[in-house]
């Protein structure tokens, strides 16, 4: 399974679009691995994960011909995750010669019903079916392509936001953003199921942070040190070892020590990896 991260900022991306931080600064002036775009990865090369405001920038960026994609799994309708008036680009007269007519998007009810409320209002769009919704139940595994994909209830705030676990032959990713602590539920639903993850995508926000210390709640997002925590958890539990292949992402440039180098550091000696966009993992 090759995972590759498109974007791996928050909301804002890094530089914020309209921030002056030092961070922000920083990443203007020296760029490369500190420019962040919106948080947003492909499976191998038929399953994106989000459909944020950056998702045609890094299509092109990274010589991915969207006509040919079928599936999109959708955590959350937060706008950094999902952009929905760009499937309006999918209709005749915007898009000739579609490789494949018809996408099909998945995600919570909520998150459908976000989408849906767009593309109602865009003339024509019913008719041309070239857009499918796909509800999706938390612990339910869909096939989707070559994936069993499970949507796990994220610790986020939205009305249904689902992180994932996508399962490919041997191959598992669980993918936790965007998300605070997991709840136990999740865990157990983990355990139960007897699986060792390959790899993990943790929800890194607040940077070097710890947020369930310094907050008494970790239930938006993590940082780093929640990361370490849940991770340790998963370690206890057979459902993760140290062969589990840890990336850091979703970066808030107002996260503790978020640039790139200094994350970088940190992460270093925990044994994960910190992000950056154009990272490709392969388990
Ligand atoms: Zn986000
Ligand atoms: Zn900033
Ligand atoms: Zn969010």
Redesign the pocket.
Known sequence: MKIKYWGTA??EGVPGIFCNCEVCRLARAEKGRKLRT??QLLINDDLLVDFGPDTYTNSVKYDFNMTNLKHIII??P?E??LYSEELEHRLSGFACEIGTPVLVLHGSADTLETIRRVTDRIPGFKGQDRVIYDIMKPYETRAIGRYYVTPLPAEHGTATPFVYLIEEGDKSFLLL??TGRPSYEVYQYLVKRGILLDAISFDT?YGFENVLVKYGKADHHMGLLDNVAVKGFLDMNGVSDRHTVCIAT?FSHQGIDADYHKMAEHSAKYGFITSYDGLEIEV
């Open positions: 928050a909301a919106r948080s955590t959350h937060h950094d995750h953003n965007d926000t979703h």
